[in-house]
């Protein structure tokens, strides 16, 4: 459970929790508080989990909640003073694990953008051809484009991950990506990340389980 003391912590995460709630007023968040950092995650209405990650003051106490994201802004904006109530049985999302990664490849920016572009000219013309320009197609075509394999990236090591476009997409509509950045792709048993400066996109591999497309 939240306390006072955490808002300070929390404070950094303010712009993952803006992004979502504009993407969906209905948002959870999970705050993840141990040692010297804080980690915030929430699941996308588009079926993505992200993160952002800050460093904090070091505690020797450790938290793990998962609260409404528009609570937790107006708790942060001093429009209430109490912290946000826990909603833990809400959440349904596995989650990542905390070690164990293995970084793959990095991309820049500059390729990043152009498929994410591409894959967003595909969806209109797609909307187009059903007879409804402007808008999104039937959604299992719009989900059969955004599971679709835009990046392929490979180690020294022969080992590979796939992202998605729906993951590139998730990342620069939460502004993770700064222009002229990097992403880093990872890898951690049936789990895959797409890191970039400012936040996380992570997602399963097909065929694990529970899978976050």
Known sequence: MLTVADRDALAGLAPLLRRAVGLDPRSLARFRLGGAVATGLVRLPFDVLVSR???VTPRDDTVDVAVRAADTIAWLDGETTEPPAPHDAEWRTGLPP???WR???SVPDSVVRPLVRSGAQTLADAA?????PGARPRSEVADALLDSTVLTVTDDAGVSADVSLRALSALTRMDFLPRGGR???DTAGRWVRVVAEYGTVYLERPGSGLLLR
């Open 183 to 185: 992403i880093f792709v």
């Open 103 to 105: 970084r793959l490849e």
């Open 53 to 55: 990650t800050v460093h």
């Open 98 to 100: 905390a070690g164990g």
């Open 128 to 132: 187009a051809r059903e007879g409804v």
